[in-house]
């Protein structure tokens, strides 16, 4: 049996299935509404929980998350209901490339890894040139 997370995780992995289930007591899910947004440099990604009792359930499909650039998103999750809005999270969320999705050709190293590897490339190929030039 799976259990169900009472909280927003910090990671996804693009492909897999995101659910989640909110307690919000103040915002009952039969009266309220619960939407979230994901959001980094020029992407936005939005879903909409469903109510389950007065809870909310999170549940979006891998055939859905399959799609979402791997990148940190700010996370934020509003509650409305006629013309009410209010904030009830604020965070931040990984979604991890799908590896499976990928026969070849995916660059899994960090972003540091990359800068210090171009900059070596840098180096080594301006200190071949310069042995060129000495023969």
């Keep these: ?21 909110k307690i919000l007591p103040a915002y009952p899910a039969k009266k309220w509404i619960l939407t979230y947004y994901l959001v980094k440099s020029g992407t936005q990604i939005v879903f909409t929980a469903t109510a ?3 809870d909310f359930l ?11 650039p791997a990148g940190t998103y700010k996370l ?12 009830v999270v604020s965070s931040t969320i990984e979604i991890k490339p799908n590896l499976a999705a990928y026969a070849e050709g995916l660059d899994t190293r960090s972003y540091v890894k990359r ?8 180096l080594v190929g301006r200190a071949n040139r310069d042995a ?4």
């Design 76 to 87: 934020e999750a509003y509650v409305t209901k006629e013309g009410e809005r209010y904030k």
């Design 115 to 122: 800068v210090l590897d171009a900059i070596e490339d840098t």
């Design 132 to 135: 060129d030039q000495i023969k």
């Design 58 to 68: 999170i549940n979006v499909p891998s055939s859905v998350t399959k799609s979402w």
């Design 52 to 54: 389950d009792g007065n």
């Design 1 to 21: 049996m799976i259990t169900i997370s009472t909280q927003e995780p910090f990671e996804i992995t693009a492909g897999d299935t995101l659910k989640f289930k």
